[in-house]
């Protein structure tokens, strides 16, 4: 099984931009599906975006799409989340997700191979 390590939270003011990074262990990392999700206080965590094993196919959120990019690199097992034009309701903790079917990411609820612990961004205005 896959094991997920994110970094590149912080702080921000609005309309900055943050890119987030999850490490991926193990060597199919290049067969899963990756997806980010986020969770802000008091809120359930909501699906932000995915992308395919190739990374031909990316999909996101309404309140995110045109902002935020997801990418991949299966060479250096890492999946990226660009952020830019940050809000202050994109506050939240942001978490990646792994699973080999894509569309058990797009759906995100359901209970996906993996998921990491977490990195918190916070969006001053």
């Known amino acids: 099984q896959v094991q997920l390590v994110e970094s590149g939270g912080g702080l921000v003011q609005a309309g900055g931009s943050l890119r987030l990074s999850c490490a991926a262990s193990?060597?199919?990392?290049?067969?899963?599906?990756m997806g980010w999700f986020r969770q802000a206080p008091g809120k359930e965590r909501e699906f932000v975006a995915a992308i395919n094993w190739s990374g031909g196919i990316t999909y996101y959120a309404d309140s995110v799409k045109g902002r935020f990019t997801i990418s991949r690199d299966n060479i250096k097992n890492t999946v990226y989340l660009q952020m830019n034009s940050l809000k202050p309701e994109d506050t939240a903790v942001y978490y990646c997700?792994?699973?080999?079917?894509?569309?058990?990411?797009?759906?995100?609820?359901?209970?996906?191979?993996?998921w990491g612990q977490g990195t918190l961004v916070t969006v001053s205005s």
């Open positions: 193990g060597r199919t990392f290049s067969s899963y599906a």
């Open positions: 997700a792994a699973d080999y079917d894509y569309h058990t990411v797009v759906r995100g609820n359901g209970a996906l191979d993996a």
